[in-house]
């Protein structure tokens, strides 16, 4: 069985946190995992010359923020995604050729990041990927409205990270 094409990916990673982060995830992993997952999950893409997805690290504070104003919940969150495709907009064939399909982007507190990977007893660059995956497949339309859909999306977590080498536990 062949491995599928490689996608091309532009992903613009943001970090608005006071810490510099490179040595947990630097900018050539994140773009790695994200163009790995989204050369698996390819089928449920619309065919285009290529991908985009923005990538926020920030902190409680902006986080809730987001989360006041877009979800009505003001409290700190661990990952928001803000999914283009969602919006319905009439993408052409031409368009798709021409330049690159805007997926979203993924909002992570690096503050709820930290806190979980503690909580979870594993290092923050597993808690980053476990976060980021699940950004990822809301920005794809992958919602958990009842614990099945949960279950469905986590164990579809477990197998973007193991295809990236790490294990989860999670």
């Known amino acids: 069985m062949s491995s599928p ?22 900018e050539e992993r994140w773009y790695m995992w994200f163009t790995q997952w989204l050369t698996m999950l390819a089928v ?26 877009y979800r009505q919940k003001d409290q700190p969150t661990d990952v928001l995604a803000f999914a283009a495709l969602e919006n319905n907009f009439p993408y052409t064939e031409e368009m798709l050729a021409s330049q690159p399909l805007y997926l979203g982007d993924i909002v992570i507190s690096i503050d709820t990041a ?12 597993t808690e980053l990927a476990w976060l ?12 958990h409205p009842d614990e099945q859909s949960l279950i469905e999306m986590l164990n579809k977590q477990s197998m973007l990270l193991k295809l990236v080498g790490i294990v989860s536990n999670i």
Do not use: C, M
């Open 5 to 26: 094409t490689q996608l091309q990916v532009e992903l613009f990673v943001e970090n608005s946190y006071h810490l510099n982060l490179t040595s947990q995830v630097s």
């Open 44 to 69: 449920k893409l619309p065919r285009a010359l290529s991908y985009e997805i923005g990538l926020q690290l920030t902190n409680d504070a902006q986080i809730q923020e987001l989360n006041a104003q």
């Open 114 to 125: 930290i806190r979980q990977a503690q909580e979870r007893e594993h290092n923050l660059t």
């Open 132 to 143: 980021s995956a699940h950004g990822l497949l809301h920005l794809l339309g992958w919602d």
